[in-house]
């Protein structure tokens, strides 16, 4: 593996799992008042369109990050929408 | 332009872009207890290294991209930093 590679493959898993730590403060906090719902589903639609752009030129690597994304970005949206009534 | 690229390009600026309305809504609030700067922290290390891939690759979108999502992230770190103190 060439450097430029594992640079972008450190960087894809960064940018992935980059939310988990989100998701367990908002799991533990069970509070979302500040966070932004417009920014989960502009940046959750994004990612869809990555995966549906991984798919056409069929490229694995961006389909499973960003399939891994968009699970991850919608567990997000749901729990900001289900916390808020809170 | 064909259908592929206008779907990655659309993607890319929905990512770049969505940490906009994140931004505002602390700046209107003043207020980031919700929000993980730990998330912040390992996705603008991830996006740091896509600069850095952008370059190696020599790959202009990908730099112009991540350049613009590099600014904007920083501009979380600092307001969570800044805000959480008050």
Same mark, same amino acid.
């Given at each position: 593996?060439? #450097?430029? *590679?594992?640079?972008?493959? %450190? &960087?894809?898993?960064?940018?992935?799992?980059?939310?988990?730590?989100?998701?367990? $403060?908002?799991? $533990?906090?069970? $509070?979302? !008042? *500040?966070?932004? #719902? !417009?920014?989960?589903?502009?940046?959750? +639609?994004?990612? &869809?369109?990555? %995966?549906?752009?991984?798919?056409?030129? $069929? *490229?694995?690597?961006?389909?499973?990050?960003?399939?891994?994304?968009?699970?991850?970005?919608?567990?997000?949206? +749901?729990?900001?929408?289900? +916390?808020?009534?809170?």
């Amino acid at each position: 593996m060439v #450097l430029t *590679d594992v640079i972008g493959f %450190v &960087a894809g898993i960064c940018v992935t799992i980059s939310i988990v730590p989100q998701i367990l $403060k908002v799991w $533990k906090r069970k $509070k979302v !008042k *500040d966070i932004s #719902l !417009k920014t989960f589903s502009i940046i959750t +639609f994004g990612i &869809a369109l990555w %995966v549906v752009y991984g798919i056409l030129k $069929k *490229d694995l690597p961006i389909i499973i990050t960003n399939s891994i994304s968009l699970v991850l970005n919608g567990i997000m949206i +749901f729990f900001i929408l289900h +916390f808020e009534k809170e």
